[in-house]
Nanobody, 114 residues
Framework: QVQLVESGGGLVQAGGSLRLSCVAS???????MAWYRQAPGKERQFVAY????????KYADSVKGRFTISRDNAKNTVYLQMNSLKPEDTAIYYC????????WGQGTQVTVSS
């Protein structure tokens, strides 16, 4: 079973930036990958998506123009660059394959203060 380890979260002021990383114990090159987030009391939601080679990316409307997904398949790592952060971006962030095929990791907490 592939394991996912997310990192890079933290506490940041509104308008700030963070870069999240997700390292997989298996090969990511065969998979479309995505970032998701779960805010307190809410269901997990889609944030960003990348095809296996990064050739196509998609974003939730709420983060479009502020977040960028990228990947390094040689390192089995997926990134999420988050700029112009807002308090409503506060959540635990997870990565997984498109559709969540692998077991979920622990996620990384992102807290944006106003």
């Amino acid at each position: 079973q592939v394991q996912l380890v997310e990192s890079g979260g933290g506490l940041v002021q509104a308008g700030g930036s963070l870069r999240l990383s997700c390292v997989a114990s298996g090969r990511t090159s065969n998979w479309a990958m995505a970032w998701y987030r779960q805010a307190p009391g809410k269901e997990r939601q889609f944030v960003a998506y990348s095809t296996w080679n990064g050739g196509t990316t998609k974003y939730a409307d709420s983060v479009k123009g502020r977040f960028t997904i990228s990947r390094d398949n040689a390192k089995n790592t997926v990134y999420l660059q988050m700029n112009s952060l807002k308090p409503e971006d506060t959540a635990i962030y997870y990565c997984n394959t498109d559709g969540g095929v692998w077991a979920w990791g622990q996620g990384t907490q992102v807290t944006v203060s106003s």
